[in-house]
């Protein structure tokens, strides 16, 4: 980590912002109401996995791309009947209800004190620009790179270089999910923090922490802040 970088690349879903219920909860549930057995981990890694695959957004999900519940259920070592899998997709996981981590106005106040450009990069539909507005984020921001605007997503890393062109510079990127932000980050060469809020991620040892305040922590120790 280059100890005059001045860019932070940070996501928004489960990173700065919480939506009730999380997408992973949603479907575990629906799961469940299909008669599979199921927890939440194996759900959350098996969606990440397949939207890991997932780098272009579908004309019909406004900035999103389409959930491919065979492919999910694979990677869950699940029968996919094709019943199922055709309820499964006709449902909506999407919670309309977003709050912001407590973690988050304190680590975008002390990164902006701190001197850095604040580049949100986010997986996300047009939605994004109203919840950046209710929530009062675009006061820490100095830029939005959103799929929803620039037609790709993590973990392609075009979303990045965006990113590197919205800030005039690299940078580091933090979020939540190894397979998108991690992954996605480090295909643009750019160093990347994981943060593991649930512990779902125990196999992932570098660069990992389990809030905002554990990745200021870490900025300022690579820094040398």
């Known amino acids: 980590m280059r100890s005059d970088m001045t860019a932070i690349f940070v996501d928004m879903g489960d990173t700065l912002v919480k939506f ?10 629906a799961m469940a109401e299909e008669g599979l057995e199921v927890n939440e981990r194996e759900v959350y890694r098996a969606l990440m996995k397949h ?21 999910i259920l694979y ?24 709050e912001l981590y407590e973690d988050a106005l304190p680590f975008l106040r002390e990164v902006k004190a701190m001197g850095f450009k604040v580049i949100l990069v986010t997986n996300t539909t047009r939605k994004v620009h109203t919840i950046l507005k209710t929530l009062d984020l675009y006061r820490y921001l100095d830029g939005v790179i ?4 620039v037609g790709v997503m993590k973990p ?19 979020g939540d999910v190894y397979e998108i932000d991690y992954v996605g980050a480090r295909r643009a060469y750019l160093n990347a923090i994981l943060v ?30």
């Open 20 to 29: 009730v219920p999380r997408m992973h909860e949603s479907i575990a549930k």
């Open 196 to 225: 593991d809020r649930f512990g779902f991620y125990p196999e992932v040892k570098e660069n990992k922490v389990s809030d905002l305040y554990q990745a200021l922590e870490l900025i300022k120790e690579k820094l040398k802040f």
């Open 51 to 71: 939207m890991g695959k997932a780098n272009f957004p579908h004309p019909d999900h406004d900035g999103l791309s389409q959930l491919d519940f065979y492919d």
């Open 75 to 98: 990677e869950m070592g699940k029968p996919a009947d094709p019943q199922v899998v055709k309820r499964l997709s006709s449902r909506n996981y999407l919670s309309e209800h977003f």
């Open 146 to 149: 959103a799929s929803c605007d």
């Open 156 to 174: 392609n890393p075009k979303i990045f270089y965006h990113a590197i062109k919205e800030a005039g510079e690299e940078g580091i990127h933090i």
